[in-house]
C-alpha cells in the first residue's frame, strides 16, 4: 500500500475504533485497511487467544472444541445486542466474561489491556 502525500500508509491512519472516520482525504484508503485488515486480525487474536486457552485446559490438539469459547461469546453478543448497535467496549466485554484463568490479566477478568494494545494501540508489524 502506497503512502499518502505526507508520508503515511493506509494501514497508519488510526485505531480501529474511529469506524467511518477513517474515511478522509488525508487516507483516502485508511478506512479499508483498518476497519477489513486491522479489523479483521483483531478477531482472529482473539479466537486464537480463546482457542490456545481453551487447548492448554483441555489438552486437545485439534477438533472444533477448542472454538467453543468465541463461538459461545458471538452467540452472547448475537443474543445481547440483535438489532442494536454496540461499541467495542460492549463487544470486549462479553468476550471478557467467559475468559478463562490462563488468560486473566492481574487476576481481572477484563480484555482492557487488549483494547488498549491492539484495538487502539498502534498496528504490530503483522499489518505491514
Not at 485439534?62 to 469459547?69: F, N, Q, T, Y
Request: proline letters at 6%.
Amino acid at each position: 500500500m502506497e503512502k499518502n502525500k505526507d508520508g503515511i500508509a493506509p494501514k497508519d491512519a488510526g485505531p480501529v475504533t474511529l469506524g467511518g472516520r477513517l474515511l478522509s482525504s488525508h487516507s483516502p484508503e485508511g478506512y479499508e485497511a483498518i476497519s477489513y485488515g486491522r479489523g479483521t486480525w483483531l478477531f482472529h487474536m482473539l479466537r486464537t487467544m480463546l482457542r490456545d486457552a481453551a487447548m492448554q485446559q483441555t489438552g486437545q490438539k485439534s477438533g472444533s472444541g477448542p472454538d467453543e469459547p468465541f463461538v459461545r461469546s458471538l452467540r452472547k453478543l448475537r443474543v445481547r445486542y440483535e438489532g442494536k448497535s454496540i461499541s467495542t467496549r460492549e463487544l470486549l466485554d462479553v468476550f471478557a466474561e467467559d475468559l478463562p484463568p490462563t488468560l486473566l490479566y492481574e487476576g481481572k477478568r477484563s480484555l482492557d489491556w487488549f483494547l488498549e494494545s491492539w484495538v487502539n494501540g498502534q498496528p504490530c508489524q503483522l499489518w505491514s
